[in-house]
């Protein structure tokens, strides 16, 4: 079945940086639009960033220019880089895979990770 296992997550102070991981597995990996959400207490879940087959991305403006969303076909493994890190990126971040394969992450996400927590102080 559909694994996705985060790692990564931690405390750090505001202007630092983290790398988020995403262990993949029970599926093709490289047939889906993969990505990463956040929540934080109290707010909805938001889309942070996602990746595409071809390896083309989207980022929401909150994060824009500050974090990297990247796949490695060859060990199932999707990242996030995130740098110049704000109190406002504390969040449980999760990784996701869409629902169906192909290029498109136009049909939403359907399996989630356990998530791993983000803390960020300023």
Do not use: H
């Amino acid at each position: 079945q559909v694994q996705l296992v985060e790692s990564g997550g931690g405390s750090v102070q505001a202007g630092g940086s983290l790398r988020l991981s995403c262990a993949a597995s029970g599926y093709i990996y490289s047939s889906y639009c993969m990505g990463w959400f956040r929540q934080a207490p109290g707010k909805e879940r938001e889309r942070v960033a996602s990746i595409r087959t071809d390896g083309s991305t989207t980022y929401a403006d909150s994060v824009k220019g500050r974090f990297t969303i990247s796949r490695d076909n060859a060990k199932d493994t999707l990242y996030l880089q995130m740098k110049s890190l704000k109190p406002e990126d504390t969040a449980m971040y999760y990784c996701a895979r869409a629902m169906v394969d192909g290029w498109n992450c136009g049909f939403g996400f359907g399996y989630w990770g356990q998530g791993t927590q983000v803390t960020v102080s300023s």
